[in-house]
Nanobody, 124 residues
Framework: QVQLVESGGGLVQAGGSLRLSCAAS????????MGWFRQPPGKEREFAAA????????YYADSVKGRFTISRDNAKNTVYLQMNSLKSEDTAVYYC?????????????????WGQGTQVTVSS
């Protein structure tokens, strides 16, 4: 079982950048594909980005493609989400998630472990 702790959220102006981190513990990090999901105010949780176990393959929602970059450092048991050119519609609680499944990484239901979330607020 893996435990996940997100950090790096905060308040930023539109057009700015933030880097989220998710530290994993409790199991071998490289066993897990990792995802970032977000939940905007009053809306359901949605997929943002995912990365395969070895970091070779990454996937993005259309709404963040070209602005967000997911990466991982298996030596540090950490996954990152670099967010650039932030927009007000990126305001959400961002969650890190882990799965031993190697496919369908955009699907919420395929993830077994979740962090507590970190708030990102983008002011316009």
């Amino acid at each position: 079982q893996v435990q996940l702790v997100e950090s790096g959220g905060g308040l930023v102006q539109a057009g700015g950048s933030l880097r989220l981190s998710c530290a994993a513990s409790g199991d071998t990090f490289s066993r897990y594909a990792m995802g970032w999901f977000r939940q905007p105010p009053g809306k359901e949780r949605e997929f943002a980005a995912a990365i395969s176990r070895g970091g070779i393959n990454s996937y993005y929602a259309d709404s963040v493609k070209g602005r967000f970059t997911i990466s991982r450092d298996n030596a540090k048991n950490t996954v990152y989400l670099q967010m650039n050119s932030l927009k007000s519609e990126d305001t959400a609680v961002y969650y890190c998630a882990a799965t031993t499944t190697g496919y369908a990484l955009t699907l919420f239901g395929n993830y077994d472990y979740w962090g507590q979330g970190t708030q990102v607020t983008v002011s316009s």
